[in-house]
Structure formats: C-alpha cells, structure tokens
C-alpha cells in the first residue's frame, strides 16, 4: 500500500515566521511531488511542484526534496495569517499514463497576527 | 481565463435519488479525474479518464458513473446517493507532454453534495 504521511498539525506559527511543512512517502519509484493549499470548504490550489533532490523556490516558498530520505518538505517564509490553510503533499506512483497522485490527510496551518 | 468549472457548486439530494455533476475545462486537457474529499480527509480518487479511456479505481462503487461526451465535459452520475456518499466533489484535469501525462492536476471549485 503506498502511503504518503504528513503530522495533521495543527502547526501554529507567528505572523513573519517561517513555517516548515513535512511529507514522507513510501513509493521509491515515485517522480513528481506535489503541494497543494487547501482553504476550508475549497478545492486544492497548487502550491509548488518539484522532481529533482535539491531545493525549488518560488517566492516566499520553498519546496525541498530528497529521494533518498523519501522526505519532502515546504518552506513558507514570512508567514502572513492569508497562509492559514491545509496543506496537501501529493506523489506520484504507478507506471506510464496510468500515474496517479497519493495524497496525504495534510498538514493544518494558522498563522497567528 | 482557461479554467476548470464545476456545476453546481452546492448540489442537495434526496436519499437514492440520482444526481450528476458535471465538470467543464477550457485548458483542453487530455486528461480528467474525479475525486471525493470528505471532511479531514485526504481526496480520493474515483475514476478518471485518458482522452476516451476510462480508468476506473479498484474500490471505487458501482453506484458511482462517470460519462466524457467530449474533450471539454465530464460527467460524475450517482446512480443511488447514500447517506455516505456526502462530500465535496472534485474534478481535476491534467494535460499530456510529448506523449506522457503531465503529474501536475488542476482542480475545479468542487461541487458540495448533500444527502438528506
């Protein structure tokens, strides 16, 4: 059974703090690492995409992936109380065109003023 | 704006009274899934469709259809909803690069289903 885990939270940060959000995942064939936002009552938003072991930055995120460790992380600097939210860490598994995303339950958010 | 459109956005049911959500994409995206997400979970992954194949989950109820007349539309039909079956509706789309399927999703607002 693949699995992909993350702490349910919720993880409580400052306003101005950097929030570290962690993932594991169990699937070593696995490619593409996902992070989506999910607001209370909304669809999934994505965040950032990353392949490669290293790390990705897209403005105030950063995602970072190492293959080894089965271990991918995202890092929110400069928290603003806008960034309180789920997030969903998703891999991929499965051969060709018949890949699909794991999803795990996510990580809450809340970024205090 | 390409987009994923989902319709309705709030869709109430009576016990065993068939439903059917629909899902439109300006993106022209080859790919289309469907997921249901219930409270504090994870989405979970229905079915979803490769150009016209269809690719249906393992566990996935035969009380759940999904129908893709074309490119742009996709269809999820509950033939009998459940009391269970209450959850918000997701429908996803995805797009092929050189022949392969691009893992990045993007999602339409969802559709809240509600059985009284």
């Known amino acids: 059974q693949k699995e992909v885990e993350q702490n349910s939270g919720p993880l409580s940060v400052p306003e101005g703090a950097i929030a570290s959000l962690n993932c594991t995942y169990s699937d070593r064939g696995s490619q593409s690492f996902f992070w989506y936002r999910q607001y209370s009552g909304k669809s999934p938003e994505l965040i950032m995409f990353i392949y490669s072991n290293g790390d990705k930055e897209d403005g105030r995120f950063t995602a970072q992936l190492n293959k080894a460790s089965q271990y991918v992380s995202l890092l929110i600097r400069d928290s603003q109380p806008s960034d309180s939210a789920t997030y969903l860490c998703a891999v991929t598994t499965g051969p060709g065109n018949n890949r699909k995303l794991i999803w795990g339950l996510g990580t809450s958010l809340a970024v205090n003023p | 704006d390409a987009m994923v459109i989902q319709n309705p956005r709030y869709q109430v049911t009576q016990f065993g009274k068939p439903v059917t959500l629909s899902c439109s994409q300006t993106?022209?995206?080859?790919?289309m899934y469907w997921y249901q997400q219930k409270s504090s979970q994870a989405p979970k992954l229905l079915f979803h469709y490769y150009d016209k194949d269809f690719n249906n989950e393992a566990d996935t109820p035969d009380n759940f259809q999904s129908r893709r007349p074309n490119t742009s539309f996709c269809f999820l039909d509950i033939r009998s909803p459940g009391l269970g079956d209450a959850a918000m509706y997701l429908c996803a789309t995805s797009r092929t690069l050189q022949g392969a399927v691009s893992d990045t999703q993007y999602f339409g607002p969802g559709t809240r289903l509600t059985v009284l």
């Open positions: 993106l022209n995206h080859n790919v």
